[in-house]
């Protein structure tokens, strides 16, 4: 066991875990954060997705030693003074879900894309977000919201 | 004299702990927090007729109940239904049936579901079930407690009840400019009253709350991480389970060593009969437990997929065939004397349901009293399971459902809450379980593996004269043509089924439908008609010729001709009330011959439509989950091993598999509300199929066809 802070959405938490523990279980386990959530644990559907210094990245893959040097968002941290971030806005403005499952994943992903790139293509959205698995099929609602929070934030929303 | 099955309704006002006969439910604690309002239940006419053989005002409510409803001092109204929200969302639209009915807004109902202890019991959440039974039995109970609202407002005003209206949560006496909340209306004196069932409920042309697009119920909750599904439950001391998974199916254990997993701190190995499972402090020293026990195993040689369909075919259930489902006519000299006959097998695969939260339970002993939280479509079915495997009464057991990261079928059974129970006993603390993705593709169900053989002839002018179909193990849903054929033998062979097999959505109805659909392309191409010309030739049901033709208008099907190069295939059918047609375009690489789909347009109509957003949505996911079983969905085995159990090699629908969706409702309000959640899969396959014949002159009989390509 090591003792590890964590910078998650904005505040430093300490927490107590074995260094090769996956950030994923320490989020969920550890710290009840459990809006971030377990799919396959092998990288392979994207349900764990949390941001890193603002990168999307899969939580299931990242060990709780190497986040800690890194600024962590889950999907908790995206609303800021009860205003929903634009990408979360978009989702639920489009309903881009069905059980909802892996839709933290899906928006912080999306998040992430429109840091990089303002105003994608549907083609570059669908590429950036292969790696995401929604079994409820929303994948055309997901696109959409997507585009629908580009064009909010260009009129000015709260990325 | 009612009819023995046509619903009534009870009506019980005042302070519902006070009322005599509610003994019986007089423990759930939900009903003393209730205290006074409004409470409606809905039960049989056979058993209200029972009861009130023996005098009612006896001591009990009758036991059939369905549902119930309370109306608060604050004008909250609670619904109480055993059905469970699975992302398919009946959360809403059974609400805005209720406040449709009940004249208030929508976000006055919270809707309580999928509570052993707080809802009446309920079968399960399948079969596309809810909107036609759940839905009509919450108008009734809603459309009832208006009426008695009605009443009881006129009464205290001393008015005709006919003179006043409810709307918008009170009711309004016009001519003398006056109104009370139904919240202070349900104050009142103890009443008992049945209801007869029919003559209120609001039909669908003047729905104003019901038939519109209503956002999903709680969806900020979605966006924002705070929706606590079952894997998510925490409890006070809580423990992580993990359970020692054999090498194979129907495996006897060889040999066991846990002395290095014991020696880890705060771990408990569970051993009980065929069960090894632990406990540990937190989750990841549960699985580094469970990596340290030794065990090794006997696995038997078993059946794989090489030989499956043979293997299905020869093995029928119990030794023995039961008999076709349906004959008319004769079908052998019916199809001597076609012009043309066709006589081909089909093939589904097993597949796997794979909702994205796997089995996941959290189980807590509180003074003899278990309550485990789980995701599964059948609260009370694990209750059973749970009353079952621990020599429980009703009373000792609580299953709570919150909404899950879904199920598709795949979750009517409770294995990881009797695994959580079992350890949260033997550990003295709650704990919680959740199975790993590879565990779900092994330890769960899947959809059954099947054989389909066709015979069918037809004249030379188009008419089908015989139609003969057999499934093997797949199932019988939907495997009735929906075709006028005067000659027909259908049968479904049960089958001995090599791996373990249970409800999917849609279940059979996607194996027959391709197997139908896809054979009724080939007729069509066997007698030089246009394939929609053909089955509307063949067609008497209004209905499914209307789904045909919307699906063919939008999509522009007489203006398309196939080429190579791009193929365009129709197909459709009718299941569990909802109507289908499915028109495809698919193109093909002339170089790689790799196989896209490129355009979907889908006509649906399930009577009236109750939420037109939330159709859509489920439309498009039906679509979109069929494209996986249709084209690389596919479970592979050996010697009682799944040989593919992880997402990097078991290929589910991604956003670069989904084409251009369109789907195009056909509200038909005249005609009762049906189910949507399965029907919409099972045009898709067929129709893709038939495309790509369309362009290439190949015809592929198997599911998942690119697999056979």
């Known amino acids: 066991m090591g003792d590890f802070v964590l910078n998650v959405n904005g505040a430093d938490l300490r927490v107590s875990a074995p260094a090769e523990e996956t950030l994923l279980s320490v989020l969920r386990n550890r710290l009840n954060l459990t809006g971030t959530k377990y799919g396959c644990g092998e990288g392979q559907c994207g349900a764990c997705t949390v941001l890193l210094d603002g990168r999307a990245t899969r939580s299931c893959l990242v060990s709780v030693e190497s986040a800690a040097k890194a600024k962590i968002v889950t999907i908790e941290g995206l609303e800021q003074n009860g205003k929903l971030s634009a990408m979360q806005q978009a989702f639920l403005d489009e309903g881009a879900f069905q059980c909802g499952y892996c839709t933290s994943g899906m928006i912080l992903r999306a998040t992430s894309l429109l840091h990089e790139r303002h105003n994608p293509t549907e083609e570059q959205i669908a590429e950036a977000m292969e790696g995401h698995i929604c079994r409820c099929g929303t994948y055309p609602r997901i696109v959409e919201a997507a585009k629908r929070a580009s064009r909010l934030l260009a009129e000015g929303a709260n990325r | 004299m009612k009819h023995r099955d046509e619903p009534v309704t009870e009506i019980v006002l005042g302070s519902v702990s006070a009322l005599p006969h509610v003994s019986e439910l007089d423990r759930r604690d939900f009903?003393?927090?209730?205290?006074?309002?409004?409470?409606?239940?809905?039960?049989?006419a056979s058993s209200w007729a029972q009861e009130s053989g023996r005098g009612f005002g006896g001591h009990e409510l009758p036991k059939e109940l369905s549902a119930w409803l309370h109306i608060a001092a604050d004008g909250q109204v609670k619904v109480f239904t055993g059905k469970v929200e699975v992302g398919q969302n009946i959360r809403t639209s059974l609400a805005q049936l209720v406040a449709e009915e009940l004249r208030v807004p929508f976000d006055a109902i919270t809707m309580v579901m999928g509570d052993t202890d707080l809802t009446p019991w309920d079968m399960g959440t399948f079969g596309s079930r809810t909107t036609p039974t759940m839905g009509p039995q919450l108008r009734t109970m809603a459309a009832a407690a208006r009426q008695m609202l009605l009443e009881i407002a006129a009464q205290r005003w001393h008015v005709d009840p006919a003179g006043l209206t409810a709307a918008g949560g009170k009711v309004t006496d016009a001519q003398n400019a006056r109104?009370?909340?139904?919240g202070e209306l349900s104050r009142g004196e103890k009443l008992v009253k049945t209801v007869s069932s029919e003559e209120r409920l609001t039909a669908a042309p003047e729905w104003k709350i019901a038939?519109?697009?209503?956002?999903?119920?709680?969806?900020?909750?979605?966006v924002t991480g705070k929706h606590k599904y079952p894997s998510d439950i925490t409890r006070p001391e809580m423990m992580f389970g993990a359970v020692l998974r054999p090498d194979g199916f129907n495996a006897t254990l060889a040999s066991l060593d846990t002395n290095a997993a014991e020696k880890l701190p705060g771990v408990k190995v569970v051993r009980d009969g065929d069960f090894i499972g632990l406990v540990a402090p937190d989750a990841f020293a549960a699985q580094r437990a469970l990596a340290?026990?030794?065990?090794?195993?006997?696995?038997?040689?078993?059946?794989?997929?090489k030989g499956l369909f043979a293997y299905l075919k020869n093995n029928p259930e119990n030794g023995r065939d039961d008999g076709p489902q349906h004959v008319s006519g004769s079908v052998e000299p019916a199809l001597a004397g076609a012009d043309l006959k066709l006589e081909e097998q089909y093939t589904v695969a097993y597949i796997a349901h794979a909702p994205l939260e796997p089995r996941a339970a959290v189980a807590e002993w509180t003074d003899g009293k278990l309550t485990v939280w789980t995701g599964t479509q059948r609260p009370f079915g694990v209750r059973d399971e749970l009353m079952q495997a621990f020599h429980l009464s009703p009373a000792q057991v609580r299953v709570i459902q919150p909404d899950m990261g879904s199920g598709y079928g795949g979750k009517h059974t409770g294995e990881a809450a009797i695994e959580a129970a079992r350890l949260a006993k033997a550990a003295g603390k709650p704990v919680k379980v959740v199975w790993t993705r590879s565990e779900e593709f092994t330890w769960a169900y899947l959809r059954p593996a099947g054989l389909i053989e066709i015979k069918a002839g037809a004249q030379r002018n188009g008419t089908l004269v015989a139609w003969e179909h057999h499934n093997y193990n797949s199932g019988s849903a939907a495997i009735g043509t929906p075709y006028s054929v005067a000659n027909q033998l259908i049968q479904y062979h049960a089958a001995k089924s090599p791996l373990r097999q249970g409800s999917y959505r849609g279940l059979a109805s996607t194996a027959n439908h391709f197997a139908r659909e896809s054979h009724m392309d080939g007729m069509a191409h066997g007698l030089g008609m246009d394939p929609l010309e053909f089955r509307l030739k063949n067609l008497t049901d209004p209905r499914l010729q209307a789904v045909f033709q919307a699906a063919a208008d939008k999509f522009g099907w007489g203006r398309l001709k196939s080429t190579p190069e791009r193929g365009f295939g129709i197909a459709g059918g009718v299941d569990k009330g909802g109507y289908v047609a499915t028109c495809a375009e698919v193109e093909i690489d002339a170089a790689s011959k790799k196989v896209r789909i490129r355009r979907i347009v889908q006509a649906w109509e399930c009577g009236a439509i109750v939420n037109p957003d939330g159709l859509r949505n489920q439309l498009m996911g039906a679509i979109v989950q069929g494209i996986g079983g249709a084209l690389f969905e596919r479970i592979l085995f050996a010697d009682g091993r799944i040989l593919n159990p992880h997402f990097a090699q078991y290929r589910v629908p991604r956003f670069s598999d989904t084409p251009q969706i369109e789907v195009v409702l056909v509200d038909r309000k005249d005609l009762p509300s049906a189910g949507a959640g399965e029907t919409g899969l099972v045009g898709l396959a067929p129709a893709v199929g038939n495309a790509i014949f369309a362009a290439s002159g190949i015809r592929l009989r198997n599911m998942p066809i690119l697999h056979y390509a």
Do not use: H, M
């Open chain 2, 179 to 182: 109104s009370l909340a139904y």
């Open chain 2, 292 to 305: 340290a026990i030794q065990a090794k195993w006997n696995v038997p040689a078993q059946p794989s997929n």
């Open chain 2, 211 to 222: 038939g519109t697009a209503v956002p999903k119920a709680e969806g900020r909750d979605f």
């Open chain 2, 31 to 44: 009903l003393k927090v209730l205290g006074g309002g409004l409470l409606v239940c809905l039960t049989q």
